[in-house]
């Protein structure tokens, strides 16, 4: 009875308050990991005028160590989800965090574009453990309609870290030197790891909190992976994009230079984690109402696809706040849409699965992001500027869920067995 208490959201003994606290505690944690996740790979992008005038960079080097960040961090997807889904997500998250933060610190003691090269390759690796460890988190600790909130406040933590990035790191490096950005981020993800593992969580009856056998041949066979794999590659490329070069294009534009960059680029990301936020709360609002949930998930896309549309009006505007607010609005669309991404795969794949269907969808996004990364170096170096790459991401999300359309034409919902676990000091 308690079980089903728990599994009903109903909590009124002393074990399904427990259950309920647990589960937000994990949801807080995986909230922290993957802010400091977003704040360890934006550090670079922040401090590119400073680090380019130091090491004497091009655009072209700049664009190479994005790439191998997206090259690692793809490849290392097709793992990292495998991975959680085998050993847990306690043991495997941990990891992780330890070792994407161990990473981080190591840019300070680089000095050549090799050794910069060569951190981003392993922070690049040890941080796609992230993505498939919070959408499992959700799908295992969560039922259907609560889940769409999980995901929703999960999908908000890199717009935090993207948020809170740019408003500290460049008056930090201003005053200690851009190597202290490096070692706090990474020391912060280490607090991290020793509060994590001093926490110990109790399975209940969740198969998926455990290691689980995963036939790869049948994720891959699978038209609902295809789907969530395009959709990942279509929206990916705008985000990382934006992560990359969204500080440059402040820069070029509006003369912005290190210490004022932040303000602006933190009023995106503010705005992009508001977008998060309701692309949880949107389709669980639908679904309450009495929606069906192939209706309320293909309603939800559609807002945000056409929601993104007026991003390359940027061009032509005159002040960075206005641009700040149009590319805000680009961004806010962007998380709702990936947030119902997220929830679309845990909406057709069983808990136990979800780290390798996800694994195996961000490994296609990073790998295809790739591709924007690179163009915008060419288009640069031609004198094109950014209005290209911002046409290709206006237009990504109407395209991304056309495909979903075609692939899955009636969203159908597996159901979660389990129960909410219990979460204990040790």
């Not at 308050?17 to 790979?41: E, H, P, S």
């Not at 295992?140 to 740019?166: K, M, S």
């Not at 991304?400 to 159901?415: M, N, Y």
């Amino acid at each position: 009875m308690a079980a089903d208490a728990v599994r009903d959201g109903v909590t009124g003994d002393a074990e399904g308050q427990a259950g309920n606290r647990a589960r937000w505690v994990i949801v807080a944690m995986v909230f922290v990991a993957i802010m400091l996740n977003y704040v360890d790979r934006q550090i670079l992008a922040l401090l590119k005028p400073t680090l380019e005038a130091e090491f004497r960079w091009s655009d072209q080097d700049y664009a190479n160590m994005g790439t191998a960040f997206q090259v690692a961090t793809a490849f290392a997807f097709l793992g990292t989800g495998w991975f959680i889904d085998r050993v847990g997500l306690r043991r495997g998250f941990g990891i992780g965090v330890g070792v994407w933060s161990l990473a981080g610190m190591a840019h300070a003691f680089a000095t050549t574009v090799t050794g910069f090269l060569g951190a981003r390759v392993v922070l690049g690796v040890a941080e796609s453990i992230g993505t498939p460890a919070a959408v499992k988190s959700a799908a295992t600790y969560f039922n259907h309609r609560d889940r769409q909130i999980a995901l929703g406040i999960g999908n908000t933590a890199p717009n935090v870290g993207a948020v809170l990035t740019p408003a500290l790191i460049p008056p930090l490096a201003v005053a200690f030197g851009w190597q202290s950005a490096f070692l706090l981020a990474g020391g912060l993800g280490l607090v991290w790891v020793a509060v994590w593992f001093a926490l110990r969580v109790r399975p209940v009856a969740l198969d998926a909190i455990t290691a689980a056998p995963v036939r790869w041949r049948d994720i891959l066979r699978s038209r609902r992976t295809l789907a969530i794999a395009v959709a990942k590659v279509l929206s990916d490329q705008v985000w990382f994009f934006m992560l990359l070069w969204l500080p440059d294009l402040f820069h070029r534009l509006f003369g912005l230079q290190q210490g004022t960059l932040g303000w602006p680029i933190a009023l995106t990301y503010g705005l992009a984690a508001m977008g998060a936020i309701s692309g949880g709360v949107l389709p669980a609002r639908l679904m309450a109402r009495g929606w069906s949930v192939n209706a309320a998930r293909k309603s939800a896309l559609l807002v945000y696809a056409l929601l993104v549309t007026p991003v390359p009006l940027v061009m032509s505007v005159d002040s960075p706040w206005s641009a700040a607010l149009l590319l805000g609005l680009g961004l806010f669309a962007h998380q709702g849409f990936s947030t119902n991404v997220f929830g679309l795969a845990t909406d057709v794949t069983p808990a136990r699965a979800v780290g390798s269907t996800i694994g195996i969808a961000a490994f296609c996004g990073n790998l295809g992001s790739i591709g924007m990364i690179q163009f915008q170096a060419w288009a640069l170096a031609r004198g094109l500027g950014y209005t290209p790459a911002l046409v290709i991401c206006a237009t990504s999300y109407l395209l991304a869920l056309g495909f979903i359309q075609l692939l899955i034409p009636r969203i159908v919902a597996v159901e979660h067995d389990g129960d909410a676990p219990a979460i204990i000091a040790h």
